[in-house]
């Protein structure tokens, strides 16, 4: 019977130590290509593309390139001491085997069943569409909008709302369903409703004042939900019009009564 030499103990080292490389090259290439989908959604929201398109895909594409790398792992380590077994038998003399390749090949596994979990998990990983809905909003927050959280639904807060307007004799000009508008061409967007209304009294002396705040009447009231299914009720702050259109300060009330429709909206 021949015998095993150091020269196969080597090489079996070396062999592992080479499928534990591709298994990591795998899991590291898996990583990229799954965020690169969400790479290309923020460059589209900065370019303000008109068509936008989803790249969930790459998520999933990247997950399977993280699962074969693990595979790979596992696969090598039971290999090799498989093969390290046969070469001690076919030795007998001491045993030579070196288990720190069984040990990194079991760690990088691990580490990619880690981040394959981490991907799917990650809200901002699955829903690259409502990420980019949340971060406007938030830009928005910084340019005058106030947020306002709802304890009711969507629906429930619009309805509340046309009713508050109802019993103030204020004007419902429009009521525009973003999130129905964008169904009825296929593309999913969370529940979004824009009231628009207003009173002339209030609106016209506004703009004979300053004509340039026509574009900001009639008042808005933006009701949405965010990725967690929080709803928030959204508006231009008094202040920020007032700033924008330089706005005399006696006719503020004229605009800040949004703050107050909003409020009652959200008891």
Known sequence: MQTA??????????????????GLALMGFGFVVARFGLFLQQLQAIQHSPSAQSYGLSLWFGTALIAVGVVVNLLSARNHLRLMRALERAEGDHPRRSNQAV??????????????IYLVSVPGSAGPHRQNNEASMKTAT???????????SVEQ???RLKNILQSKGVTLFALVDHSGEA??????????????????????PLMLAAPSVAIDLPLKILVWEDGQGKVWVSYNSAGYLQERHGLPQNLLPNIAVVEALAAQAVE
Do not use: C, H, Q, Y
Not at 5 to 22: Q, Y
Not at 103 to 116: K, P
Not at 183 to 202: D, H, R, W
């Open 5 to 22: 030499g150091m020269s196969d103990f080597l090489a079996a080292e070396r062999t592992v130590l080479a499928w534990i490389r591709t």
């Open 103 to 116: 040990i990194v090949a079991v760690f990088l596994a691990l580490v990619g069943l880690a981040m394959a």
């Open 142 to 152: 910084d340019k005058g909008i106030i947020d306002k959280p709802s304890n009711r």
């Open 157 to 159: 807060t619009v309805e």
């Open 183 to 204: 169904e009825k061409v296929g593309m999913k967007m969370s529940p979004t409703k824009l009231l628009i209304f207003g009173n002339p009294k209030a609106g016209t």
